[in-house]
């Protein structure tokens, strides 16, 4: 924040110095191309002008000089201004979902590269516009993540958004929307399966949530999270999908030692993900959650919730889903993690039933 500030300070006096020096150079009666000369020619001229007894038409004589060097100060001052929040701007431009004050679930989101070197998270939304759709099949929110140390992470994560988007417009609502997210997600799977055909071991997460008459429905592979935000708590709905689960259960039931499962360098390799032959483990509900208002629900990769703390998350709550969103992608940032993954969140309010 002092860097920022001192950069502002620093631009404004050139910025100032310049406008003084347009005026000083055009109030001076020809001034030399020479800077010493033109420097003398200018302090003559000043010495002249105020020294006069009446010089109470100085202003009226060369208000056009005057005028050219105050708006010379005034747009340098704008520049700055639009300088400093350019950036915020052409973020929230680049990853606001589509706000529709109206509608009964409001949408934010948040889509960072983090520190790598490029990014491999996607995400997509279903058409909030479309009053047909969200009538007939509710709204669907998709978060995946391709898997970074694997080949190809970017375009895994897209087949994934991309297939159950392109079955969520496409496909005949078959009245229950819990087993056609479990169709979605097998088609995915079975794409990235046919992509990878030849290539090295790729594949990518998913959280998946489809909300359709005040009811909230959903599906996770991997390690991304789904979570539900209620009167101030944070509720992780799905179970993710990595090795740790398996050695902590092992240490419960007295297999292995508590100190065995905590040092085994596998604890975060994936137990299932999509581009599996066969997927070994889907998580879901097997009951739609009766959504209340004033609920949210967060779709995070694990560049968010593994950077942040629920009470952090929680903290963001308190404003729209978009603000929210921002706060969050602001707070992980700040971290200035030098291996952050690639962040991706959205965030669903859901308003009530009655709003139309």
């Known amino acids: ?33 020479d800077p010493d000369k033109a420097k003398e020619h200018a302090e003559e001229f000043w010495a002249s002008e105020l020294g006069k007894a009446d010089n109470t038409n100085l202003f009226a004589k060369y208000w056009w000089a005057f005028a050219i ?40 989101n948040l889509h960072h590269i983090g520190a790598r070197e490029s990014q491999q998270d996607s995400f997509c939304i279903s058409d909030i516009s479309n009053a047909e759709l969200c009538a007939r099949k509710g709204i669907l929110g998709v978060v995946a993540d391709g898997m970074g140390g694997m080949a190809d992470g970017a375009e895994t994560s897209s087949i994934v958004t991309r297939t159950l988007l392109q079955y969520f417009n496409e496909a005949a609502p078959s009245g229950h929307p819990e087993l056609d997210l479990l169709v979605m997600v097998n ?18 997460t998913v959280v998946a ?4 008459d005040s009811k909230l429905y959903w599906v996770a592979v ?113 971290k200035q993690n030098p291996n952050q993954d690639n962040l991706t969140a959205i965030l669903f309010e859901y308003r009530g039933a009655g709003v139309s």
């Open 1 to 33: 924040m002092m860097k920022k500030a001192s950069l502002l300070i620093f631009l404004l006096l050139i910025v100032l110095l310049c406008g003084s020096t347009f005026v000083t150079y055009a109030l001076s009666p020809n001034p030399d191309a």
């Open 69 to 108: 060097g105050g708006g010379v100060i005034v747009l340098g001052g704008a520049c700055l201004i639009v300088l400093k929040k350019r950036k915020s701007i052409v973020v929230q431009a680049t990853t606001a979902a589509p706000v529709n004050n109206q509608h009964p679930v409001l949408i934010g």
């Open 187 to 204: 088609a995915a799977n079975n794409n990235i399966n046919h992509f990878m055909s030849g290539r090295d071991k790729g594949g990518s």
């Open 209 to 212: 949530v489809i909300i359709h």
């Open 222 to 334: 991997g390690d991304s999270r789904i979570c539900l935000v209620r009167n101030g708590a944070i509720i992780q709905l799905n179970r993710e999908h990595v090795y740790s689960a398996e050695l902590d259960e092992k240490a419960a039931a007295g297999e292995i030692s508590w100190e065995t499962a905590a040092g085994d360098s596998r604890r975060d390799a994936l137990t299932s993900y999509l581009g599996m032959k066969t997927l070994e483990k889907i998580d879901r509900g097997f009951n739609p959650v009766q959504l209340l208002e004033g609920d949210r629900i967060l779709l995070m990769s694990d560049g968010v919730f593994g950077v942040l703390t629920d009470t952090e998350i929680l903290s963001a709550m308190p404003f729209s889903p978009q603000e929210s969103a921002m706060i969050l992608q602001e707070m992980t940032l700040t």
